[in-house]
């Protein structure tokens, strides 16, 4: 597509319950961020990948959350037993390979998913 | 390890007044570097980055970055404000274009008439 393309817009859950988030990066971007937005915190480090392989997931804040990468595309970020504390906007953002002469180091967002636990 | 630290979480200026927003960062080896705008309810889009060469980098919409390598220091500035400039701007650090790039907290820039 034209851009990163995130889904859903808005997500609101009952505590205790497990969400799935959707990253649609731009075509030919091989790299993939997850970041966490919350409100006077700045953009918080999730996950990268590059390709389908996660080099760094050290930003996860526990093992109630994962991500994955299919067919070095689409990636889908999972979070199990939500906490309040999950409630955030989770962006996602995708570049052309850090390997690539093209490489700007320019990261390109998508509008991010609103989650609100209850 | 790499870190930002932005100074002022809110700053507010009159329209026509100069912007200045400070960024210093660490970075044990040379950094790429980056300026950030988040309109509301947006996603992120670039304003401007260093990374190799002249360290006066222009960006869009008026606004320029000066890297200072002896003050560890990658301030925003623009002459004169706009009421459409009133947004949150992020400054970021990555040691390789992307790769694991470190935002700041963030300052959101107020504009008044």
């Known amino acids: 597509g034209a851009g990163v393309s995130q889904s859903p817009s808005n997500k609101v859950t009952e505590k205790g319950k497990d969400v799935e988030l959707r990253c649609d990066p731009i075509?030919?971007?091989?790299?993939l961020y997850w970041y966490r937005q919350s409100l006077g915190q700045g953009l918080e480090f999730l996950i990268y990948?590059?390709?389908?392989?996660?080099?760094?997931k050290s930003g996860l804040p526990s093992d109630r959350f994962s991500a994955e990468r299919t067919g070095g595309s689409v990636s889908t970020l999972t979070i199990q037993r939500t906490q309040q504390e999950d409630s955030a906007v989770y962006l996602c953002?995708?570049?052309?390979?850090?390997?690539?002469?093209?490489?700007?180091?320019?990261?390109?967002f998508g509008e991010g998913s609103r989650l609100t636990v209850l | 390890a790499q870190s930002v630290t932005q100074l002022g979480s809110h700053v507010s200026v009159s329209e026509g007044a100069l912007v200045l927003l400070r960024c210093n960062y660490s970075s044990s080896v040379p950094p790429y570097l980056f300026w950030y705008v988040q309109y509301p309810n947006q996603g992120l889009q670039l304003l401007l980055k260093y990374t190799t060469g002249a360290t006066l980098v222009k960006g869009i919409n008026g606004f320029e970055a000066e890297f200072k390598k002896s003050e560890t220091s990658f301030h925003l500035t623009k002459p004169s404000a706009h009421m459409s400039d009133a947004a949150e701007y992020f400054c970021a650090v990555s040691r390789t274009g992307g790769f694991k790039t470190i935002f700041g907290a963030g300052t959101r820039l107020f504009v008044k008439a």
């Open positions: 075509s030919g971007h091989t790299a």
């Open positions: 953002a995708s570049s052309l390979s850090v390997e690539s002469r093209r490489s700007t180091g320019e990261l390109f």
């Open positions: 990948f590059q390709g389908n392989s996660a080099p760094d």
